[in-house]
């Protein structure tokens, strides 16, 4: 099995969850495209926890830098013999799989966490408040109950689809960095196990 491979093709793929998930927390300080609402501080207060931007976003671009420099990073050449080398890097990048595996946790936690609080709304009386945080998340299940939210206008929407984003893309960032915990100490013990051409197939 070409592990230095895997590596580079599973921090490509880190790289463009990350743009994803800081796009999807972006996103969610602008209700409808509208700026008034994180400026009267009437987001949920899971949106301030930066989930996608920095457990998502910059807390996986290390990882991703990481896994597609294998190639070039040698680890000094473990005095000179290259393989040993190449396995020292690869079981250095298990250390950086953990630092993704808690970002990625991160933004999972939080978008679990803002789906089952819902979003701040004004309701039908006129007030400001989390109108479903006491439904342990059944809303989820009966959309005809997200009209009691009167503004921002499809907030529910909103907030569900792009939580549910967020904690799609963590739960894959998750995944893959799991599999380079693994996929690095098979190739620290390993090497490689692949031609140096073939480590620029992906």
Same mark, same amino acid.
């Given at each position: ?7 580079? +093709? ?9 743009? %994803?998930?800081?796009?999807? &927390?972006? =996103?969610?300080?602008f209700? &409808?495209g ?23 976003g910059? %807390?996986?671009? =290390? ?13 000094? @050449?473990?005095?000179?013999?290259? &393989? ?21 946790a991160? +933004? ?7 789906l089952?609080? @819902?979003?701040i ?7 400001w408040?989390?109108?479903?945080? &006491?439904?342990? @998340? ?22 569900v689809?792009?939580?549910?984003? %967020?904690?799609?893309? @963590? ?32």
């Open positions: 099995m070409c592990y230095g491979k895997c590596a580079r +093709c599973i921090g490509h793929s880190l790289v463009w969850l990350a743009i %994803l998930c800081i796009v999807a &927390n972006i =996103l969610l300080y209700p &409808n509208e700026t008034k609402y994180a400026s009267e501080n009437h987001l949920s207060h899971f949106v301030w926890f930066f989930s996608g931007i920095v457990g998502g910059l %807390l996986i671009f =290390l990882p991703a830098f990481v896994f597609i420099g294998l190639d070039q990073d040698d680890c000094c @050449g473990c005095c000179g013999h290259e &393989n040993c080398g190449k396995r020292c890097a690869m079981l250095s990048s298990v250390l950086a799989a953990l630092i993704g595996i808690a970002g990625s991160y +933004c999972v936690i939080v978008a679990a966490l803002g089952a609080q @819902g979003p709304c004004r309701d039908s009386f006129g007030q408040n989390y109108t479903f945080a &006491n439904t342990d @998340g059944q809303y989820l299940l009966d959309t005809s109950t997200w009209s009691q939210c009167t503004e921002p206008k499809h907030i529910v929407e909103w907030n689809s792009l939580f549910s984003i %967020l904690l799609a893309l @963590g739960g894959i960032e998750f995944i893959l960095c799991l599999i380079q915990v693994i996929n690095g100490m098979m190739g620290g013990i390993c090497g490689y196990g692949c031609s140096h051409q073939q480590r620029y197939d992906c």
